[in-house]
């Protein structure tokens, strides 16, 4: 059955599947496409994954759940669009998009991946866990709920629910109190960002989330955003527009630079003297902000900043994105990107692998302790490393 | 369980084997116009050793290995023409040893060739190796497979004469080591033991190359690309032959193009110039230009197309989109620098007749013993008519190599039946010979290079 609709129907055909994808910046090795990092095999590559979503769009291929796995594999990191040479690129990772469009369209979803977006639909969030519960992450803190102040804090389901991620959401708040920061939250009426829904391909309920946050927002006349996760981050800039939802968005990290510099945030002294940053995607590749984490981690007095080897546009993603952070399809593996990054952050002799992404975050984590490496290597949000 | 299945996942792990049909798919396909050739499994090994094993296993079950790097050939020859097993190398990518005073590199036969300039440009800054004039995932055991060659072509030959030792694991599953790693000593060198010539440019039928020592060679602190530009064909020989006299480049291409129309129908010379001071290439540029060029410039036959363009390691190609149809695929071969005027008109009446814009480039192989002269056409992989023109458009140009007395780089199949139909009957037994011995079940690669 060929699938008439498929978006680039016209132009998928045009990846010659020559490789510059799964490079770095430097060439230093074909493992920068986290899938293809992950599994070794060609169908697994961006070249393959595209020619695979083709011959299933021409009807020469059926669909199985193989075949699902392989294409929310993809963690929508963009290593591909930055790399690739040709004029397409732009396009490469919404043409796997396009592809989970049809999948949601006809039905045909990893088990994975239903979980997923049945969860957002009924609970607001991808867990599963009950939409009242939002707001436990900040119980025992004064933080005030949103009632004018000049900047929302969106915590985002991560921050809200994952008990890692909500450390350092704790954190975040503190610190943005401690700098005298006009901030209020939403609590329970805070929905999913519905980032990672749009590049699972569910395009129905990613509006239905974004309308919801929008009318949210609108109705208590919030007009700047602060974003604790990258990924709502770029749902706020690059989405929600999309449905009439504008607002000034900054990332947590550009508005800690910001009051750094300003003085009203004085970090006391580093927890470890050498810190490495893995960069997150949809800060790095998809918004191209390099400068604020590393001049946040840099302004912490003691603290030398070293670089992995793949960083900035070159950086390995965790592989947690597009979903992958609960659904999973990139774990179970000494080559599991999160893995492969624990032991490059360790590489590096730093103390601190620093994150500024709840996702990264659990999924680095998580890899450190697999890896053995806990006692030399600590996982910590940026946002923990300046808390008061 | 499928035996063979169960076979491989006890030998490398559940993971990096497959029997499901994305992967027979992918693996089905190479990147030009060949038309697909299933396999039943692909998996990949990590170590020679997993290698050796999943070939003795092979053999019992009379099942078909076919190994594959890069896949970059475009030529479809690591495509499982009678099934069987796909074996992946690409894991197989660790960079054994960087031997700076010797000037050698032991390296995994998967590992890719941009992986090894990086770690050149890393960690020996003054060395490099020849990169082919492919992709950067092109890796080094593929492109010896295929007697390829580089951009060190001009001044060092084929990348296959760039050897120090090689790694085989045979189609019976041992592991031999060839030159002075034989014996237990460094990678330094393939010579002067007995030639054992039994792998090079095989495709893989013979065995499968697991380690390599490639010879390095200085790298120069500057490097830029200069453009000579004539548009009279029968000029180049004559140029190549005066630029290899004065020998002051490092590569030296002659190329021409439909598109970009600025190309169209003339005749560039790439010239790379490399030097660790400026006064070096100020005096390269003077022999070159000065002494040897300024000739053309004076009677009014050629010109300075481009100076100091930077050259830049590896290439990046856009060759593949010309068309928008994601597809190219050429004939290459070995010609006598003298063959390009001949070359070019008949291959751009080729291109003619199939509506495909020209392409040709010859690259120098030595002090111009010979070049790579390439023919190219894109396709557009979206419509089988420009699949099959394209195909076509091959096909004649196999013959051309034939009947210009040149001999084709890496055949295809079509290609190695013409060259084998050609071949001193002497010779054509001697390979039968050669393969029956090594290969008594005919597993390895069946299809490339089989005598009849």
């Known amino acids: 059955m060929a699938l008439a609709q498929y978006k680039y129907k016209d132009d998928i055909h045009r990846c010659f599947r020559c490789g510059y ?78 592809a989970k469009n049809e999948m949601v369209e006809l039905g045909l979803l990893p088990t994975p991946v239903k979980t997923y977006l049945q969860n957002v639909q009924l609970h607001g969030n991808p867990y599963g866990l009950a939409a009242k519960r939002r707001g436990e992450w900040m119980a025992d803190l004064a933080v005030a709920p949103y009632d004018d102040q000049e900047f929302l804090l969106f915590v985002g389901s991560e921050g809200a629910y994952d008990s890692r991620a909500q450390q350092a959401a704790r954190a975040l708040a503190l610190t943005l109190q401690a700098a005298g920061l006009s901030f209020g939250v939403l609590g329970k009426e805070e929905t999913d960002d519905g980032n990672e829904v749009e590049l699972l391909g569910e395009d129905g309920l990613a509006e239905m989330v974004a309308q ?31 449905y009439g939802g504008r607002f000034e968005v900054w990332h947590y990290t550009q508005l800690l630079a910001q009051l750094m510099r300003k003085g009203a945030i004085k970090p006391a002294g580093a927890e470890a003297a050498k810190i490495t940053f893995h960069d997150p995607c949809f800060l790095g590749r998809w918004h191209n902000e390099y400068k604020a984490p590393r001049q946040v981690l840099q302004a912490i007095p003691g603290v030398q900043l070293v670089e992995m080897a793949r960083n900035k546009k070159s950086a390995l993603c965790c592989g947690g994105g597009a979903g992958n952070a609960v659904i999973d399809l990139l774990g179970g593996s000494p080559d599991s990107p999160a893995r492969i990054r624990a032991r490059e952050a360790a590489a590096t002799g730093a103390a601190v692998l620093a994150v500024a992404c709840p996702n990264c975050l659990t999924m680095l984590e998580d890899a450190v302790k697999v890896e053995g490496l806990e006692d030399r290597l600590a996982v910590r949000d940026i946002a923990e490393l300046i808390r008061p | 369980m499928d035996k063979i299945y169960s076979a491989l996942t006890q030998i490398v792990g559940e993971d990096y084997v497959s029997n499901r049909p994305e992967e027979l798919f992918t693996y089905s ?32 079950e009379k099942v078909a290995v076919v190994p594959l790097g890069g896949g970059m050939t475009l030529a479809g020859l690591a495509l499982p023409l009678r099934g069987g097993i796909v074996l992946d190398l690409k894991r197989m990518d660790r960079i054994i040893e960087l031997n700076e005073k010797a000037r050698y590199v032991v390296i995994e036969a998967g590992a890719s060739h941009g992986k090894l300039t990086a770690h050149l440009h890393k960690h020996a800054p003054h060395l490099m190796h020849s990169e082919p004039g492919a992709p950067p995932a092109a ?61 090079l440019g095989w495709n893989g039928s013979t065995g499968i190359i697991t380690k390599v020592s490639l010879r390095l060679f200085p790298c120069k602190k500057f490097r830029e690309m200069d453009i000579f530009v004539v548009e009279d064909e029968t ?20 190329w021409s193009s439909a598109i970009p129309p600025f190309a169209n129908e003339l005749h560039h010379i790439s010239i790379n110039i490399t030097g660790d001071s400026k006064e070096e290439m100020e005096f390269k540029r003077r022999q070159i230009f000065d002494i040897k060029l300024s000739k053309y410039i004076r009677d009014g036959v050629g010109a300075i197309g481009a100076v100091a363009q930077p050259s830049e390691r590896p290439q990046i190609s856009k060759s593949a989109d010309w068309k928008k149809g994601g597809g190219f695929e050429y004939v290459g071969s070995i010609m006598p620098v003298a063959a390009y005027p001949e070359c070019y008109r008949r291959g751009a009446e080729i291109s003619t007749r199939h509506d495909i814009p020209y392409t040709v480039l010859g690259r120098v192989i030595g002090a111009a013993h010979g070049m790579m002269f390439s023919w190219s056409y894109a396709f557009n992989r979206a419509d089988d008519r420009s699949v099959q023109h394209a195909r076509d458009a091959l096909h004649e140009t196999d013959d051309l190599v034939m009947e210009l007395g040149g001999t084709i780089w890496k055949p295809a199949v079509f290609g190695q039946q013409l060259l084998m139909s050609r071949m001193d009957p002497n010779t054509l037994q001697m390979m039968k010979k050669v393969k029956t011995m090594l290969d008594p079940n005919g597993i390895m690669n069946p299809g490339n290079w089989e005598v009849a």
């Open chain 1, 21 to 98: 994808c799964k490079f770095p910046g430097d060439w230093s090795d074909v493992t920068n496409c986290p899938a293809y990092a992950r599994f070794r095999m060609e169908s697994y590559s961006t070249g393959g994954r595209l020619w695979l979503i083709r011959a299933w769009v021409n009807g020469e291929l059926q669909w199985s759940e193989h075949l699902g796995r392989i294409v929310y594999a993809c963690a929508a990191c963009n290593n591909c669009v930055e790399k690739c040479p040709l004029s397409f690129s732009d396009d490469i990772v919404q043409m796997v998009v396009a």
């Open chain 1, 212 to 242: 919801q946050n929008i009318q949210t927002f609108q109705k208590k006349g919030v007009r700047k955003i602060v974003t604790f996760s990258p990924h709502a981050y770029n749902a706020f800039k690059a989405i929600y527009p999309k």
């Open chain 2, 29 to 60: 396909k190479d990147l030009g116009t060949s038309p697909p050739q299933f396999p039943e499994y692909v998996a990949a090994p990590r170590t020679a050793e997993e290698v050796s094993r999943i070939v003795r296993m092979a053999n019992q």
């Open chain 2, 139 to 199: 890796t080094i055991g593929g492109n010896l497979a295929i007697h390829g060659q580089g951009d060190l072509a001009h001044p060092y030959g084929f990348n296959s004469d760039m050897l120090n030792g090689l790694e085989v694991v045979l189609p019976t599953g041992e592991i031999c080591r060839f030159g002075s790693c034989a014996i237990g000593c460094a990678w330094y060198t393939l010579h002067p033991l007995p030639d054992l010539g039994l792998f």
């Open chain 2, 235 to 254: 000029l180049i020989p004559d140029v190549l032959f005066a630029l290899t006299h004065v020998g002051m480049a490092e590569d030296l291409v002659a």
